[in-house]
């Protein structure tokens, strides 16, 4: 079983592969040293470490870059936050995830919608660019954000049908796991391990409830997003100020 099997093979309905999402290659050592079964980075944390705002405005060489590093200090498998796929047609998606994949990344994470946009692609255009990724051979984890921004009093069952129609048609397209983010309505998420036919990702965050919790759902990957280069630098900004309030 090579690098990419076995991180897909980590994806279990009910015993949720846990990533503490990380930024570079210090923080991928330290989560490693944490026990860590897998190293995953996220977008925003990548992009405001760099100096750049999240979008996709961090040059793909930088990400590229990135990689190399953390690769550089950890043998586990390493799956990057890839956005909207680096690409405006689905041929260039393939080269920029191929470059990813060449280096040695076993997965990305990739979006149904494009930089700065809040309208998802339509279902067949978004499936085309997965598919393009994923045919470079690495584990695509596909985002789906049907819930970003909504209420969850707001939540029905048409989004639910949408989920998982987005679902069926991009693990038609070679993805290896769905991820919808933003969810903490556990009848939902529930409903959409049970229909989706691709192992689900959750977010973690406050309110969202246990990994057990979360697992008993049927969820097979929980990943922390942000939220762990937000705790990192709010730290250490309250230091600099502890340092810094006498003058």
């Known amino acids: 079983m090579d690098k990419v099997e076995a991180f897909r093979a980590l994806h279990v309905p009910g015993k949720p592969l846990i990533l503490y999402n990380i930024w570079d290659a210090g923080s991928a050592r330290a989560v490693a040293d944490a026990g860590a079964k897998a190293i995953a980075t996220g ?21 590229l870059e990135n990689l190399k590093r953390i690769l550089s200090v950890t043998d586990l498998p390493v799956t990057i936050d890839m956005e909207a796929g680096y690409g405006d047609t689905p041929e260039e998606v393939g080269t ?11 997965g990305i994470n990739m979006e149904d919608r494009l930089p700065g946009e809040t309208t998802l692609l ?34 029905s069952q048409a989004m ?13 397209a070679g993805v290896g796991s769905l991820f919808v983010p933003f969810l903490g309505d556990h009848p939902t998420i529930r409903a959409i391990c049970e229909g989706s036919p691709l192992p689900v ?45 006498d003058g």
Do not use: C
């Open 43 to 63: 977008s925003y944390g990548v992009a405001e470490a760099n100096g750049f705002r999240d979008g996709e405005t961090l040059p793909l060489e930088v990400v």
């Open 96 to 106: 920029s995830v191929g470059k990813a994949r060449a280096l040695g990344a076993v």
């Open 122 to 155: 339509p279902i067949e255009v978004a499936a085309e660019r997965f598919a393009a990724a994923a045919a470079t051979g690495i584990h695509v984890n596909a985002r789906t954000d049907v819930y970003r921004d909504k209420d969850p009093a707001d939540y």
């Open 160 to 172: 639910i049908d949408e989920t998982l129609e987005r679902a069926r048609a991009y693990a038609a």
């Open 201 to 245: 990702n959750v977010l973690w965050g406050p309110g969202r409830g246990t990994h057990a919790e979360l697992a008993g759902l049927g969820v097979a990957r929980i990943s922390y997003g942000h939220g762990p280069w937000a705790a990192a630098m709010n730290w250490l900004k309250q230091q600099a100020e502890a340092v810094f309030k």
